[in-house]
């Protein structure tokens, strides 16, 4: 069965360090990945995704994350953090074709302390 | 940029009173989807909908859930009868269905009191 886990629940980071959120899945074929961010209170924004080909991709907001098949992960990284970054992110994973769902990690939760 | 709308933002309702939430679909896309929230914990998967019927759906979907699409730009969920425990945030979300990222709604957040 498809899964995701975040293993960081909360990560505290002052603001200007940099940021690495963790993901794995397990999933049987090749995944579309997704990375979504959530202000409090507000819905879900795609901050980068991650079907084939170039295993590091760019996101918006200065994110990318990296693919890594033979640790099934992908992490998500901000060299620079800004307060503004503070928010809870969720990590998906789904084929993405024919309909099929997404199925979501339980989410980190960014504190961005000045 | 297109995007998926949800009405209302938020809705309180008593319990045991039936509930509509509405989602309007980017215009080309294909395939339907509701998502659920409940405070504090993971985005889950309720129900996808393509070609005006129910592709699959989660075993949170039971009777008391229900989606349609009454016309050529809506997308509806209805749950007959609220529950305490149906109190969550609500997420509509459309694709094409080819293998690009699902869009989502700002949701709705449903109170049941």
């Known amino acids: 069965a498809q899964s995701v886990t975040q293993p960081d629940i909360h990560i505290t980071v002052s603001e200007g360090a940099s940021l690495e959120l963790r993901c794995n899945y397990s999933y049987g074929a090749t995944p579309y990945l997704f990375w979504y961010v959530q202000s409090p209170g507000q819905g879900l924004q795609l901050l980068l995704k991650?079907?084939?080909?170039?295993?590091l991709v760019q996101g918006i907001k200065g994110f990318e994350a990296e693919f890594k098949r033979s640790q099934s992960s992908f992490n998500l990284r901000k060299p620079s953090v800004h307060w503004s970054d503070a928010a809870e992110y969720f990590c998906?994973?789904?084929?993405?074709?024919?309909?099929?769902?997404?199925?979501f990690g339980a989410g980190t939760i960014l504190r961005v302390k000045s | 940029e297109p995007e998926v709308t949800q009405t209302p933002s938020h809705q309180v309702t008593q319990m045991g009173q039936e509930v509509i939430l509405r989602c309007v679909p980017i215009?080309?896309?294909?395939?339907f989807y509701w998502y659920r929230q409940i405070l504090g914990q993971k985005v889950e998967f309720l129900v996808s909908?393509?070609?005006?019927?129910?592709?699959?759906k989660s075993e949170i979907f039971d009777d008391q859930f229900s989606v349609e699409r009454p016309d050529g730009s809506n997308f509806t969920l209805k749950i007959r009868s609220t529950k305490l425990e149906d109190s969550a945030m609500y997420f509509c979300?459309?694709?094409?269905?080819?293998?690009?990222?699902?869009?989502f709604g700002q949701g709705t957040r449903l109170t049941v009191v």
């Open positions: 909908f393509y070609n005006n019927e129910i592709s699959e």
């Open positions: 979300a459309s694709t094409t269905g080819e293998g690009t990222e699902a869009f």
């Open positions: 215009s080309n896309h294909l395939y």
């Open positions: 991650y079907f084939s080909g170039d295993t």
């Open positions: 998906a994973v789904g084929p993405m074709e024919y309909g099929n769902k997404l199925v």
